[in-house]
């Protein structure tokens, strides 16, 4: 069954850059022909897209972020990553990744259980 | 940029059914699917490319997408139906949520 977990600091300082590595078990991200995605949710709120990557390293970012954005796959360990820099107390979210569909217009499943991030001095 | 419109909230008696509309410019003409999120879990897919239930999701989880509204129907809602819903699409490149609805089983 595969499972898919979040690590990463808990807390960042504004300005600087949010790191967070998604493990994946049960299933190869290399050879399994999937796009791989991160979205987030501020406390309260609702659900937004960061980005996605293919197996093969091509990257898709929401466009309201891309230029903070960076995901990189790193098929060695089975993980996937999100940068994300510059942030500010409005990127405060629990942030999940998830495994995409064999094609990127595809849904999401399953998602991790989740990793809270909070930017705050 | 697309847009995804839910209504914030919908209420429902426990074994009548449960309509959650998704509304966006063309919508129909896109897939989409619809995700379950109880308090403190992470997202659970519950309908994918329209009308297609995942397996292990109950038969009374179904969806259809026409026009510029997707629906997802709860038939014989239940208390653990309880939750919130959001639905997504993709536009071009970009993957969009809806602002999601909350579920509550009256």
């Known amino acids: 069954q595969l499972q898919l977990q979040e690590s990463g600091p808990g807390l960042v300082k504004p300005s600087e850059t949010l790191s967070l590595t998604c493990t994946v078990s049960?299933?190869?991200?290399?050879?399994?022909?999937?796009?791989w995605g991160w979205i987030r949710q501020p406390p309260g709120k609702g659900l937004e897209w960061i980005g996605s990557?293919?197996?093969?390293?091509?990257?898709y970012y929401n466009p309201s972020l891309k230029s903070r954005v960076t995901i990189s796959v790193g098929t060695s360990k089975n993980q996937f990553s999100l940068k994300l820099s510059s942030v500010t107390a409005a990127d405060t979210a629990v942030y999940y990744c998830?495994?995409?569909?064999?094609?990127?217009?595809?849904?999401?499943?399953?998602w991790g259980q989740g990793t809270l991030v909070t930017v705050s001095s | 940029s697309y847009e995804l419109t839910q209504p914030p909230s919908v209420s429902v008696s426990p074994g009548q059914t449960a309509s959650i509309t998704c509304s966006g410019d063309?919508?129909?003409?896109?897939?989409a699917c619809w995700y379950q999120q109880k308090p403190g879990q992470s997202p659970v897919l519950v309908i994918f490319?329209?009308?297609k239930r995942p397996s292990g999701i109950p038969e009374r989880f179904s969806g259809s997408n026409s026009g510029n509204t997707a629906t997802l129907t709860i038939s014989g809602t239940q208390a653990m139906d309880e939750a919130d819903y959001y639905c997504?699409?993709?536009?071009?490149?970009?993957?969009?949520f809806g602002g999601g609805t909350k579920l509550t089983v009256l």
């Open positions: 998830a495994r995409g569909g064999i094609q990127l217009h595809n849904w999401f499943d399953p």
């Open positions: 049960g299933g190869s991200i290399s050879s399994s022909s999937y796009y």
């Open positions: 990557i293919y197996y093969s390293g091509s990257t």
């Open positions: 063309k919508l129909g003409g896109k897939y």
């Open positions: 490319q329209d009308n």
């Open positions: 997504q699409a993709w536009d071009s490149s970009t993957a969009v």
